[in-house]
């Protein structure tokens, strides 16, 4: 079986998507925790319901975070850690450790960075100019949104477009690309 781990910081609906697929048999895998740097991220809660372990990182600073979840991890056969909606940047503990992948709700390396996360992407998007939007999964390296590039889609900005209607178009575009990526990953794990 494919082990993920999934890192998310709020509502977790990427990680509902993960498991829908998994419950529907479209990804054969398993999620073996869900971790949060939020107490309250809904995601904890979504994992609950699917009785997939939690855990709740108590560190604060990315150094303290790294060791602390490096110590919890090697409690678990992971495969890969797919972070949805994870805020924080990821440790060398980590990085060196597993494979680890994001995915992002803007066309990298354009909109990414510090502080570009949910619909603050796609306000910097049609401020712009742009004609599309889009989403990317990337491997996760020590600096935010800097990973080599696994898959973009890009959604068509139309006339009008608000942040929020092109927020709601990009997440629905990530979820079919996350399911691609994750499919490709667990074939050929096997």
Same mark, same amino acid.
Do not use: C, W
């Given at each position: 079986?494919? +082990? $993920?781990?999934?890192?998310?910081?709020?509502?977790?609906?990427?990680?509902? %998507? $993960?498991?829908?697929?998994?419950?529907?048999?479209?990804?054969?895998? +398993?999620?073996?925790?869900?971790?949060?740097?939020?107490?309250?991220?809904?995601? #904890?809660?979504?994992?609950?319901? =699917?009785?997939?372990?939690?855990?709740?990182?108590?560190?604060?600073?990315?150094?303290?975070?790294? %060791?602390?979840?490096?110590?919890?991890?090697?409690?678990?056969?992971?495969?890969?850690?797919?972070?949805?909606?994870?805020?924080?940047?990821?440790?060398? +503990?980590?990085?060196?450790?597993?494979?680890?992948?994001? %995915?992002?709700?803007?066309?990298?390396?354009?909109?990414?960075?510090?502080?570009?996360?949910?619909?603050?992407?796609?306000?910097?998007?049609?401020?712009?100019?742009?004609?599309?939007?889009?989403?990317?999964?990337?491997?996760? +390296?020590?600096?935010?949104?800097?990973?080599?590039? $696994? =898959?973009?889609?890009?959604?068509?900005?139309?006339?009008?477009? %608000?942040?929020?209607?092109?927020?709601?178009?990009?997440?629905?575009?990530?979820?079919?690309? #996350?399911?691609?990526?994750?499919?490709?990953?667990?074939?050929?794990?096997?």
């Amino acid at each position: 079986m494919y +082990n $993920i781990v999934v890192f998310a910081s709020g509502n977790g609906t990427t990680l509902q %998507t $993960i498991i829908d697929n998994i419950n529907n048999g479209v990804l054969k895998a +398993n999620i073996s925790l869900v971790v949060s740097d939020n107490p309250e991220a809904f995601a #904890l809660e979504r994992a609950a319901q =699917a009785s997939i372990p939690t855990y709740v990182i108590k560190s604060k600073t990315i150094p303290d975070i790294d %060791t602390e979840l490096a110590k919890e991890l090697q409690k678990y056969d992971i495969d890969l850690i797919m972070l949805a909606g994870y805020l924080k940047l990821i440790g060398e +503990n980590l990085i060196n450790k597993y494979t680890i992948i994001n %995915t992002h709700p803007g066309l990298l390396p354009k909109y990414g960075g510090k502080g570009m996360y949910g619909v603050h992407v796609q306000e910097a998007v049609i401020q712009a100019g742009e004609r599309y939007g889009g989403v990317t999964v990337h491997y996760v +390296n020590s600096e935010y949104d800097k990973g080599s590039i $696994i =898959a973009e889609t890009k959604v068509k900005i139309e006339d009008g477009e %608000t942040p929020e209607s092109l927020f709601a178009k990009v997440q629905a575009a990530e979820k079919v690309q #996350l399911i691609e990526v994750l499919k490709k990953f667990i074939i050929h794990m096997k």
